[in-house]
């Protein structure tokens, strides 16, 4: 009886501690798009004459408000590049937010990609910031906010202090698996 009790006991734990592990990774930023939310862009792409119609950009920017609910609240891995709003430029380039999007020069030399394949990354304690082109992975708990106008209007948040730097073959061998 207490072999039983006792394997009855293990196989809680062990269900229930997998049903609270915190390791949910997003390696694709296609995640945070909800599914079917640019169905009605056609399957050839975009054309030009497309931007010209008001009709049409006004789904664009209403898809690109649109979340994934199915992440929000979950702790995440995500990959890529850091964009810092504000920077303390005493002796080392400090930054205390900033906004992770999918490729390098997103929001400097190009436009900003939706708002929701932005995440707001605040910082738990200033670190020291990245160079544009310098591949990150930043963990924490996914949250949903109205949209940020300071950050290009990002609807995502993350409150945390796990950056990493990646190797620039390690970002490309995630980004090609992603794809997949």
């Known amino acids: 009886m207490t072999k ?14 997998n049903s609270f592990a915190k390791e949910n990774y997003i390696l694709n930023w296609d995640k945070l798009i909800p599914l079917n939310a640019y169905n009605f862009v056609p399957e050839t792409g975009i054309t030009f004459e497309m931007w ?15 979340f994934n609910n199915k992440i929000i609240g979950k702790n995440i891995k995500l990959y890529g590049f850091m964009v810092p709003l504000e920077m303390d430029y005493q002796q080392e380039l400090i930054v205390n937010e900033f906004i992770l999007v999918p490729s390098a020069g997103m929001c400097i030399h190009v436009p ?7 995440v707001m990354i605040k910082l738990d304690k200033p670190l020291k ?13 996914l949250k949903n906010t109205p949209p940020i106008k ?6 995502y948040e993350i409150s ?12 490309i061998k995630h980004f090609e698996e992603s794809q997949k």
């Open 150 to 155: 300071d950050t290009f209007d990002s609807i």
């Open 52 to 66: 010209d119609d008001k009709n049409f950009v006004k789904k664009l920017n209403e898809a690109g408000l649109k």
């Open 4 to 17: 039983r009790l006792f394997c009855f006991f293990v196989i809680i734990f062990f269900l229930l501690s």
């Open 160 to 171: 945390t202090n796990m950056i990493i730097d990646i190797d620039n073959n390690e970002f």
């Open 129 to 141: 910031a990245r160079f544009m082109y310098q591949p990150i992975s930043v963990e924490g708990v």
């Open 112 to 118: 900003p990609p939706p708002p929701n394949q932005m």
